[in-house]
């Protein structure tokens, strides 16, 4: 199974890869220049459109320690980088506190 889609002009795809014991989960991005890469984000129980979206709003950030970026690594790190947004599919939500009002943000 595939899903591939644009986000901010980057090509972005998920891949399973089902192996015997477990299925992985493959993110790859092209950046609109070109470039190829393959997220730093961990394979398991990460199939998941808005955390691709999320990576590439932190500007591709690469694991902390040994291994990849866990989707509550990169919650936690979108969360102190975006403090006012919300993630919403294809792009973040301003969150107002004065009223019940919000604007999205591509």
């Known amino acids: ?14 891949t399973q890869d089902i ?8 993110h790859y991005v092209q950046t609109p220049n070109g470039r190829k890469m393959e997220a730093d984000i961990s394979p398991y129980n990460t199939w998941s459109q808005i ?10 950030p ?22 006012k947004y919300r993630k919403v ?5 301003l969150i107002d506190d004065h009223s019940n009002n919000s604007q999205v943000k591509a």
């Open 89 to 93: 599919q294809n792009g973040m939500e």
């Open 19 to 26: 192996e015997e014991d477990c299925t992985k989960i493959c």
């Open 62 to 83: 690469d694991r902390n320690g040994i291994g990849p970026l866990t989707m509550d690594d990169i919650k936690e790190m979108w969360a102190k980088k975006f403090p």
């Open 51 to 60: 955390i691709v979206e999320m990576w590439i709003d932190l500007e591709y």
């Open 1 to 14: 199974m595939n899903h591939k889609w644009i986000y901010k002009g980057h090509i972005c795809e998920l």
